[in-house]
T-cell receptor
């Protein structure tokens, strides 16, 4: 059973426009969420994260929104640039009883294509 | 600052053999996690080590094991290799075990013949 779902396998956006990538989760114990970007033949690169005590976090062109009641998060990229073309993974983790964190649970990824 | 380094980058083994993969975390990072990526299952958590102790473990058989050394470097071992173990194995490090971003290496591509 997938606990983190990215329902769009691919997304095409024009350069300069906003890219919105979506992610849904089912495990209410998740309290920390991350977005990663991955190019072929490279490991995932950390983009931005958000704790469950917040509903928004911004870093330059990247903003992550968290809607806990809907168990939904989204990544907004404004403006989209050609170098943003990559696979984007949503990930989540929960806190263990000893205060440490569980391993990351990943979605299957969304392939973002920025059209010139 | 050097990133996470994984060696080797590519490896070919046959069924029944065993393999050891190595990971050097970012300097100062004490937590190391391992993940398996396959086309069918995506990225799946294997285990995490912190201060030479396994902190938690994903849902993988006992053939998958790991360890961490006093310098935080980590190794992952897979025994009695099966065809289904063909995957990209990724290592990630963070300063401590907790809600902090994990930073990934470029992985070891393991192919089982």
């Amino acid at each position: 059973d997938q606990q983190v779902k990215q329902n769009s396998p691919s997304l095409s956006v024009q350069e300069g426009r906003i890219s919105i990538l979506n992610c849904d989760y089912t495990n209410s114990m998740f309290d920390y969420f991350l977005w990663y970007k991955k190019y072929p033949a490279e490991g995932p690169t950390f983009l931005i994260s958000i704790s469950s005590i917040k509903d928004k976090n911004e870093d330059g062109r990247f903003t992550v929104f968290l809607n806990k009641s809907a168990k939904h998060l989204s990544l907004h990229i404004v403006p989209s640039q050609p170098g943003d073309s990559a696979v984007y993974f949503c990930a989540a983790r929960g806190t263990l009883g000893d205060g440490g964190a569980d391993g990351l649970t990943f979605g299957k990824g969304t392939h973002l294509i920025i059209q010139p | 600052k050097a990133g996470v380094t994984q060696t080797p980058r590519y490896l070919i083994k046959t069924r029944g053999q065993q393999v050891t993969l190595s990971c050097s975390p970012i300097s100062g990072h004490r937590s190391v996690s391992w993940y398996q990526q396959t086309p069918g299952q995506g990225l799946q958590f294997l285990f995490e080590y912190f201060s030479e102790t396994q902190r938690n473990k994903g849902n993988f058989p006992g053939r998958f094991s790991g360890r961490q050394f006093s310098n935080s470097r980590s190794e992952m071992n897979v025994s009695t290799l099966e065809l289904g173990d063909s995957a990209l194995y990724l290592c990630a490090s963070s300063p401590v075990s907790g809600n902090q971003p994990q930073h990934f290496g470029d992985g070891t591509r393991l192919s089982i013949l």
